[in-house]
T-cell receptor, first 114, second 114 residues
Framework: EPEVTQTPSHQVTQMGQEVILRCVPISNHLYFYWYRQILGQKVEFLVSFYNNEISEKSEIFDDQFSVERPDGSNFTLKIRSTKLEDSAMYFC????????????FGNGTRLTVT | AQSVSQHNHHVILSEAASLELGCNYSYGGTVNLFWYVQYPGQHLQLLLKYFSGDPLVKGIKGFEAEFIKSKFSFNLRKPSVQWSDTAEYFCAVTRAWGNNRLAFGKGNQVVVIP
């Protein structure tokens, strides 16, 4: 069964550094998402992406965050200047489209900002 | 915005015991409901979903959930758990139309003792 893949599985970075989290969604999927889960808290929506543009973003997704689909397969999340509170598990998800299709999640990237 | 409540964050039970996890959501419109499971070290996986029709939904691994519209609930059940059901379980809801962002509950950490 095809899967959403994320790399790296764990990233450690210093405060103020830029990080790029990478995702390869399932190949025939059209909608792409980033969620995050701070330890002990709920999984939170960050952003959705469709047709090469952001379709929706949450209040968490400020100017420090950006997403890109640089080619036909990758979907990246960039944090320009990381803060301690950005430490979390970041999940990429994708779906085929339409309201009745469920999200498929990747394994997540654990980001630790020191 | 829709929100999801899950109670009894930590649940410990013995093999063969029955499991029921509560999920309540707040949104007055038509919703799609999901339960996701996250086994230790693995990604979020879809356990079952409800879009319409029979409010009793059967998912994988013997799980089922019942949608009770009047109670805004979507409780997850399994009559007889196994050690391999040790995982974190997340209830999630999205509007049936419009934005498709998932709102997650805080999760239930379930530990099954052999």
């Amino acid at each position: 069964e095809p899967e959403v893949t994320q790399t790296p599985s764990h990233q450690v970075t210093q405060m103020g550094q830029e990080v790029i989290l990478r995702c390869v969604p399932i190949s025939n999927h059209l909608y792409f998402y980033w969620y995050r889960q701070i330890l002990g808290q709920k999984v939170e929506f960050l952003v959705s992406f469709y047709n090469n543009e952001i379709s929706e973003k949450s209040e968490i997704f400020d100017d420090q965050f950006s997403v890109e689909r640089p080619d036909g397969s990758n979907f990246t999340l960039k944090i320009r200047s990381t803060k301690l509170e950005d430490s979390a598990m970041y999940f990429c998800a994708s779906k085929t489209g339409g309201d009745n299709s469920p999200l498929h999640f990747g394994n997540g990237t654990r980001l630790t900002v020191t | 915005a829709q929100s999801v409540s899950q109670h009894n964050h930590h649940v410990i039970l013995s093999e063969a015991a029955s499991l029921e996890l509560g999920c309540n959501y707040s949104y007055g419109g038509t919703v799609n409901l999901f339960w996701y499971v996250q086994y230790p070290g693995q990604h979020l996986q879809l356990l079952l979903k409800y879009f319409s029709g029979d409010p009793l939904v059967k998912g994988i691994k013997g799980f089922e959930a019942e949608f009770i519209k009047s109670k805004f609930s979507f409780n997850l059940r399994k009559p007889s758990v196994q050690w391999s059901d040790t995982a974190e379980y997340f209830c999630a809801v999205t509007r049936a139309w419009g934005n498709n962002r998932l709102a997650f509950g805080k999760g239930n950490q379930v530990v099954v003792i052999p």
